[in-house]
């Protein structure tokens, strides 16, 4: 397993602020605490470190500015609130980093932006153009469009994608829990803080918990999505409280914070938009064959595929099922759902004879399909359907 570095080692780190950290319910943003953020940032952009910040808060802010009760809000209510907290959570970031003459530079992406190709590459371009000039990239979801169907719904999986689409090689969640336990801690007095995690397994999925806060959507589960999502691409990841001033120095000087090791063998860039998608169009269940031959890196053909489900077409991306029910691929498809279900569970030389054309001979080829489940948890799976046959 990698070893974790100074953060100043990397060459690209992306941070994510929870609300609950940026915003008190009360008394609105803590400045105080914005300004020691922005000072680590600034230590780090002088080491040469490239830094983007994904920034929660703007429904928080916004909440607080309009003196909204607490309690969950109507979607127009958070839409609105979003509209008025987007403001002050961007001159936030601005004045803040202004005190150390670093230029900040919003950016509002939506589940569109990321999960449609030409709209991902336009938005990393922009990105990359601003690093280039310089500037701290502060990101946030566009709550003001964004509805509960086409949303993240939380800032864990965004910065996970803003992370693979900018080449980040470390992803920090700062966030209200110092990190991973194997239970809830403010549950479970027993759980047991964990430091270093090599691989992210159905046991490290099943640790995850809720929500902590009204002010936070995302908890423990959404940090495992996003870590998924970051390791598969070759990017570390930090699981840190942000509760103290100086949160990111603090991770340098032994501060208690959760490290899950990249990737060994990351997935191209392209591979790496279709691993992170988070809605995909469909599904396909496959039978353990199809599972070991996936895993050794062959395409999918429709013999050992079992079920198809989901409405999509040709190039659209879908989720790949083992036996075990358990998604262990992604992929972009061959064929339109209707012609899937057609051919599934049928040998590639008896495509013509029933779609009527010489079509693809794999639902999935191996250049479109990248694994998403840990190679040591296939292996597991396989053992266990062995000794049910």
Not at 130 to 138: H, S, Y
Not at 276 to 289: F, R, S, T, Y
Not at 341 to 351: D, H
């Amino acid at each position: 397993m990698q070893s974790r570095q100074p953060l100043s080692a990397y060459k690209r780190i992306v941070v994510k602020i929870g609300s609950a950290l940026l915003v008190d319910r009360k008394s609105g943003l803590k400045k105080a605490w914005l300004d020691s953020v922005c000072t680590d940032i600034a230590a780090l952009k002088a080491a040469g470190t490239d830094v983007l910040v994904v920034s929660s808060g703007a429904i928080a802010l916004g909440r607080s500015v309009l003196q909204l009760p607490s309690g969950t809000l109507k979607l127009e209510e958070s839409q609105a609130a979003a509209a008025v907290g987007q403001i002050a959570l961007a001159r936030a970031w601005s004045e803040a980093l202004s005190r150390d003459e670093i230029i900040a530079g919003q950016i509002l992406l939506t589940l569109g932006d990321t999960e449609e190709r030409r709209r991902y590459l336009n938005g990393r371009a922009t990105i990359s153009q601003l690093m280039k000039f310089g500037a701290v990239p502060i990101i946030n979801e566009n709550d003001t469009v964004a509805t509960t169907e086409i949303r993240y719904g939380d800032n864990d999986r965004l910065a996970a994608r803003v992370a693979t689409m900018t080449g980040a090689d470390l992803l920090v969640l700062l966030s209200d829990i110092d990190g991973l336990y194997t239970a809830p801690p403010h549950l479970d007095p027993d759980a047991k803080f964990l430091e270093a995690i090599a691989e992210i397994t159905p046991e490290i999925e099943a640790m995850a918990g809720g929500a902590a806060s009204e002010l936070s959507r995302g908890g423990m589960r959404t940090k495992i999505d996003a870590g998924k999502i970051a390791t598969s691409a070759g990017c570390a990841m930090i699981i840190a409280s942000g509760k103290m001033d100086h949160p990111l120095s603090a991770i340098d000087k032994g501060a208690r914070s959760s490290w899950f090791a990249p990737s060994g063998t990351p997935v191209t860039a392209r591979k790496t938009w279709i691993a992170g998608k988070l809605q995909p169009a469909g599904e396909m269940h496959v039978d353990a064959g199809a599972e070991r031959a996936l895993s050794a890196g062959k395409s999918l053909l429709p013999a050992g595929v079992t079920l198809v489900s989901g409405q999509f077409e040709r190039g659209d991306t879908i989720a790949i099922f083992g036996p075990s029910g358990r998604e262990i691929a992604r992929g972009l498809a061959g064929y339109d759902a209707s012609e899937a279900r057609q051919i599934t569970g049928r040998k590639s030389n008896e495509i013509e004879a029933i779609l009527g054309y010489a079509g693809r001979s794999a639902m999935v080829h191996r250049d479109d399909l990248v694994m998403t489940a840990a190679a040591s948890t296939r292996k597991s799976d396989r053992e266990k359907d062995a000794s049910h046959v």
